[in-house]
């Protein structure tokens, strides 16, 4: 069983930055794609960032483009997502996936295997 453990989010201005992580409790983590997803209240939980189990490609929703960035420490069982120039329409609960059966980054929730349980993102005007 993997678990996934998310950490990082809180509060923060508009324009500032947080970093998120996502440990994984198991090895297996290094073989699989890995994404961030998020959902803000009333709304459907939307991609955000996706990293192949390399680390060498990586996929980005349009609005996060150019502000957000994902990596991973395979020695660590760890993503991150580093979250810069933040806006208020950044908020939402930002959820940590993992592909255990495939090494391509995706989009689409459904391709993910295991989810973490969510870290709360505030992003006030």
């Known amino acids: 069983q993997v678990q996934l453990v998310e950490s990082g989010g809180g509060l923060v201005q508009a324009g500032g930055s947080l970093r998120l992580s996502c440990a994984a409790s198991r090895r297996t983590f290094s073989s699989g794609a890995m994404g961030w997803f998020r959902q803000a209240p009333g709304k459907e939980r939307d991609f955000v960032a996706a990293?192949?189990?390399?680390?060498?490609?990586?996929y980005y929703a349009d609005s996060v483009k150019g502000r957000f960035t994902i990596s991973r420490d395979n020695a660590k069982n760890t993503v991150y997502l580093q979250m810069n120039s933040l806006k208020p329409e950044d908020t939402a609960v930002y959820y940590c996936?993992?592909?255990?059966?495939?090494?391509?980054?995706?989009?689409?929730?459904?391709?993910?295997?295991?989810w973490g349980q969510g870290t709360q993102v505030t992003v006030s005007s």
């Open positions: 990293i192949s189990w390399s680390g060498t490609s990586t």
């Open positions: 996936a993992a592909r255990i059966s495939a090494s391509l980054p995706s989009a689409k929730s459904e391709d993910y295997d295991y």
